[in-house]
């Protein structure tokens, strides 16, 4: 599996540090063969950010922590922190030092990287909560242009300063680099590693009945993407029998140079669909995995939009990721419920990776862009 190592452990590590004082994505180095000091290492590092995401967010003290002390709640929670904490116990300590290192308190952390396999047992969520508020949207092609593009998208309360990179050097001179929001595990959004893989997410709307109490949560799921060798390993990452919850995820191999969608749900269920030379776009639904979902009127509407839209080339993708011609539910968000965060483009075939933190459709877009070089030496 090693074999199929592209990037370039360096070319990373010296795209990260360029980025130490950019203001709107702070970074961070760890190490990752100590996971406890890891996790204490940002939790330090960006307490502040930590704290007043938890201080922010719309969902956590109104629901979340409330449910958590009722019966059921401490229930499902105990269950959901045995089988991850069984699974994945790396991780499980990362979790511990974010929290011991932000000087707050593992259960707010635990709430925050769960809220996902939470919130269909809590029965008086309110419109507009987060549950209804976190979508992103994606682009990909593999013909004469290999590439995909990402709005990363979520509720306004957490627009304002609360994500970072972690980058975070693993054994054998390898690596990762994730876009990380604060108080949660490496990366419930996107990242990418010096094997050549990387990946962005789509949450998908299951109905409750769909969701199963206590399986593993889907940022575990993610933080163990980060460290796939090749595309197989990644594909054997997402592909669990007892998730909690399903989910979309969009895989990038530079050196095979395949790019896939693979939707997931509870009970074993998922679907791997190759992308070639039609352009396939992905909001908050599923697209190829028969399962009872919530119609989400958003994605509904972004799916027709870029119905309606070219994207072949790389202006015609970034075009559509900027787009705001439905006022009602754009793809390219800026308020008052949901904002994009940023949008990335991976060209696989040049070996590049880029943050745009404006509308990508701008012209002024290169302006505010961080490009990763991952090209091996």
């Known amino acids: 599996m090693l074999q199929s190592i592209c990037f370039s452990s360096f070319a990373i590590k010296s795209a990260i540090s360029a980025m130490h004082s950019t203001?709107?994505?702070?970074?961070?180095?760890?190490?990752?063969?100590?996971?406890?000091?890891?996790?204490w290492q940002i939790g330090q590092r960006f307490k502040g950010l930590i704290k007043s995401r938890m201080s922010k967010d719309p969902f956590l003290y109104s629901q979340l922590l409330p449910y958590a002390a009722t019966h059921d709640g401490q229930q499902l929670v105990d269950a959901l922190s045995a089988s991850n904490k069984n699974l994945y116990p790396r991780y499980w300590s990362e979790l511990q030092g974010i929290a011991d290192g932000s000087y707050t308190s593992l259960l707010e952390v635990l709430l925050l990287n769960f809220r996902k396999e939470i919130m269909p047992f809590i029965t008086c969520r309110t419109k507009n909560e987060v549950y209804d508020a976190e979508e992103c949207s994606d682009v990909a092609i593999c013909s004469s242009l290999a590439a995909l593009g990402h709005n990363e998208d979520a509720n306004v309360s957490v627009q304002d300063h609360i994500s970072f990179l972690v980058h975070a050097s693993l054994s054998s001179e390898a690596s990762f680099t994730a876009f990380t929001l604060?108080?949660?595990?490496?990366?419930?959004?996107?990242?990418?590693?010096?094997?050549?893989?990387?990946?962005?997410?789509?949450?998908?709307?299951?109905?409750?009945?769909?969701?199963?109490?206590?399986?593993?949560?889907?940022?575990?799921?993610s933080r163990d993407l980060l460290e796939s060798t090749c595309l197989e390993v990644a594909l054997q990452c997402v592909q669990l029998k007892n998730l909690a919850v399903g989910h979309s995820y969009n895989i990038f191999d530079i050196c095979s140079r395949k790019i896939v969608n693979v939707e997931t749900a509870s009970r074993g269920r998922f679907s791997v669909k190759e992308i070639g030379a039609t352009p396939f776009f992905h909001a908050n639904m599923y697209r190829h995995l028969d399962i009872s979902q919530v119609q989400d009127e958003s994605s509904l509407h972004r799916h027709a939009r870029a119905a309606d839209?070219?994207?072949?080339?790389?202006?015609?993708?970034?075009?559509?990721?900027?787009?705001?011609e439905d006022e009602l539910y754009p793809i390219y968000m800026q308020g008052p419920v949901l904002h994009t965060?940023?949008?990335?483009?991976?060209?696989v075939d040049a070996r590049k990776?880029?943050?745009?933190?404006?509308?990508?459709?701008?012209?002024?877009?290169e302006r505010s862009a961080l490009v990763f070089d991952l090209t091996a030496q």
């Open 23 to 39: 203001d709107w994505l702070p970074s961070i180095n760890v190490d990752a063969s100590d996971p406890y000091h890891m996790g």
């Open 182 to 221: 604060a108080g949660e595990l490496p990366s419930c959004a996107f990242g990418f590693n010096s094997y050549g893989v990387g990946f962005t997410l789509n949450a998908v709307p299951p109905l409750p009945d769909e969701v199963v109490a206590g399986g593993i949560g889907r940022n575990f799921v």
């Open 309 to 324: 839209l070219p994207k072949f080339t790389k202006d015609e993708i970034l075009s559509l990721l900027g787009d705001t």
């Open 341 to 347: 965060l940023c949008t990335i483009w991976v060209d």
């Open 353 to 365: 990776l880029t943050i745009y933190s404006g509308r990508p459709s701008s012209i002024e877009r």
